[in-house]
């Protein structure tokens, strides 16, 4: 099946610092959605984002998929940023819906 | 709007018992899942269903069972716990384009 790997495992940041999110993928995909998981374990959908670049108020996604790779941007970070960010895809040649998650980005935003 | 809704919230089961976690959702999304995430692992795809009436395998389907009789409801069933399947478990659903609304998650221990 697909490989999902994200990098760094781990960042610290402080406050007000900008950071680069990778996730890389061993096959063409058809879906990618970025996530964030807040300190108390909710998970929020950030983006949807197989192709083209995307922008949501400090936060931005860049997926390349022929190169098969994505980056989440996140400037100007806030403590309230801190969380894991996960990465998902779905294989292009494999059924509708296994959505596949990486081992995630844990974020620690300090003030 | 309730979203997507979990229940119970946490359980403890002794090795042997059984159990059925439910997920409902109030979107009329076609697509629904369920996920465990453990620790250093990300999250990791149990079993989805792609409409009513349709179940199929993720990753780690061995030791559960799911069942999708009404478009709302997804149940996820476990026969006979073992200590392994202590985790927290995510469902979720989704809308075209496949984007994932999130539950807020059970966590189960056995013991």
């Known amino acids: 099946g697909i490989q999902v790997e994200q990098s760094p495992p781990d960042l610290i940041l402080q406050e007000g610092a900008n950071s680069t999110l990778r996730c890389n993928f061993s096959d063409s995909v058809n879906n990618l959605q970025w996530f964030h998981q807040n300190p108390w374990g909710q998970l929020i959908n950030l983006f949807y984002i197989p192709s083209g670049t995307k922008q949501n108020g400090r936060l931005s996604a860049t997926t390349v998929a022929t190169e098969r790779y994505s980056l989440l941007y996140i400037s100007s970070s806030q403590t309230t940023d801190s969380g894991v960010y996960f990465c998902a895809v779905e294989w292009d040649g494999g059924s509708q819906g296994n959505l596949i998650f990486g081992k995630g980005t844990k974020l620690s935003v300090k003030p | 709007n309730a979203g997507v809704t979990q229940t119970p919230k946490f359980r403890v089961l002794k090795t042997g018992q059984s159990m059925t976690l439910l997920c409902a959702q109030d979107m009329n999304h076609e697509y629904m899942y369920w996920y465990r995430q453990d620790p250093g692992m990300g999250l990791r795809l149990i079993h989805y269903s792609v409409g009513e009436g349709t179940t199929a395998k993720g990753e780690v389907p061995d030791g559960y069972n799911v069942s999708r009789l009404k478009k709302q409801n997804f149940l996820l069933g476990l026969e006979s716990a073992a200590p392994s399947q202590t985790s927290v478990y995510f469902c979720?659903?989704?809308?075209?384009?496949?984007?994932?609304?999130f539950g807020s998650g059970t966590r189960l221990t056995v013991v």
């Open positions: 979720a659903s989704s809308y075209p384009p496949r984007v994932l609304a």
